[in-house]
């Protein structure tokens, strides 16, 4: 068996079953989780810069709507904070570049 020791998604293991494979998992307190999610975005976010793939831009907006949860913060709040910030310092729809600044 490879060991893996990473976040899955819950349907996973039932996913491996049905294949006719075996499995080995544990289940962790929600502070060892976020452990482990902090992890799974720069997984999520590799996998996205290598395939450009919308599925992995999902996958990585999934671990981080669970990492917020597990830091006390809904998506409602998470998205609350979003616009906040994006009122007061703009989004990023203008492409800017910034190539040099004053200190």
């Known amino acids: 068996m490879k060991t893996y020791e990473k976040a899955i998604r819950d349907a996973i293991p039932a996913i491996i079953r049905a294949e006719g494979k ?3 998992v544990k289940q962790v307190s ?8 902090e992890s799974k975005l720069f997984e999520e976010l ?3 810069s290598e395939t450009k793939s919308t599925e992995e831009l999902a996958d990585l907006l999934e671990v981080i709507y ?7 913060t809904g ?3 998470l998205e609350m904070i979003r616009k906040k910030k994006c009122e007061e310092r703009g989004g990023f729809k203008e492409n800017l570049i910034l190539v040099s600044a004053e200190e």
């Open 66 to 72: 669970r990492v917020a949860e597990l830091r006390q």
């Open 30 to 37: 929600d502070v060892e989780f976020l452990r482990y999610m």
């Open 46 to 48: 590799h996998e996205y």
């Open 22 to 24: 075996q499995c080995v």
């Open 75 to 77: 998506r409602d709040e």
